[in-house]
T-cell receptor, first 113, second 111 residues
Framework: DTEVTQTPKHLVMGMTNKKSLKCEQHMGHRAMYWYKQKAKKPPELMFVYSYEKLSINESVPSRFSPECPNSSLLNLHLHALQPEDSALYLC????????????FGPGTRLTVT | QKEVEQNSGPLSVPEGAIASLNCTYSDRGSQSFFWYRQYSGKSPELIMFIYSNGDKEDGRFTAQLNKASQYVSLLIRDSQPSDSATYLCAVNMKSNYQLIWGAGTKLIIKP
């Protein structure tokens, strides 16, 4: 089963709100990723967790805060976002690291008003 | 020079023909190569991965890797209208072990 789930599917939030995106995988993968994707662009890596430790942070603004509570779950906490943060947020997982194939969840469509 | 390059397209192919998508990369030491299909508004779906030189076939899809020439291709045989999508090439770079994405090629299969 190569399934990664994400909730919510859609999220609209104001610039002063705090919200969280959730991701879950049950494939026994030990690496999990957050990506941001704008229309007609490839995914842009934000964070990588490897064995539940943050291993890559691609200079993402502090208004995005990742969390990996356990090997199956990944959260992205959002606070004081800007309209330009509106995008499709994708979670992915892979066996152990970036050399392995990554499987994506369906994404959360975020709109910041 | 971009690290991973793809022709943005659109590439228009008649139904039933072979669609050929190409990707070149800059890091000669790259080790893992992936093709993803992405429908508009949806997330990327892994369709092929290849690690060794040569061809790898899976149903109507064939991935071809030539490390000496630093390119990887995706062939889609008997193209169907449902194959119309953007195809993203991703390469794991040896330099930093990160996955670098091409800009994607939009493929249109004409009935």
């Amino acid at each position: 089963d190569t399934e990664v789930t994400q909730t919510p599917k859609h999220l609209v939030m104001g610039m002063t709100n705090k919200k969280s995106l959730k991701c879950e995988q049950h494939m026994g993968h030990r690496a999990m990723y957050w990506y941001k994707q704008k229309a007609k662009k490839p995914p842009e890596l934000m964070f990588v967790y490897s064995y539940e430790k943050l291993s890559i942070n691609e200079s993402v603004p502090s208004r995005f805060s990742p969390e990996c509570p356990n090997s199956s779950l990944l959260n992205l906490h959002l606070h004081a976002l800007q309209p330009e943060d509106s995008a499709l947020y994708l979670c992915a997982s892979s066996q152990t690291g970036t050399k392995d194939e990554q499987y994506f969840g369906p994404g959360t469509r975020l709109t910041v008003t | 020079q971009k690290e991973v390059e793809q022709n943005s397209g659109p590439l228009s192919v008649p139904e039933g023909a072979i669609a050929s998508l190409n990707c070149t990369y800059s890091d000669r030491g790259s080790q893992s190569f992936f093709w993803y299909r992405q429908y508009s508004g949806k997330s990327p779906e892994l369709i092929m991965f290849i690690y060794s030189n040569g061809d790898k076939e899976d149903g109507r899809f064939t991935a071809q890797l030539n490390k000496a020439s630093q390119y990887v291709s995706l062939l889609i045989r008997d193209s169907q209208p449902s194959d119309s999508a953007t195809y993203l090439c991703a390469v794991n770079m040896k330099s930093n072990y990160q996955l670098i994405w091409g800009a994607g090629t939009k493929l249109i299969i004409k009935p």
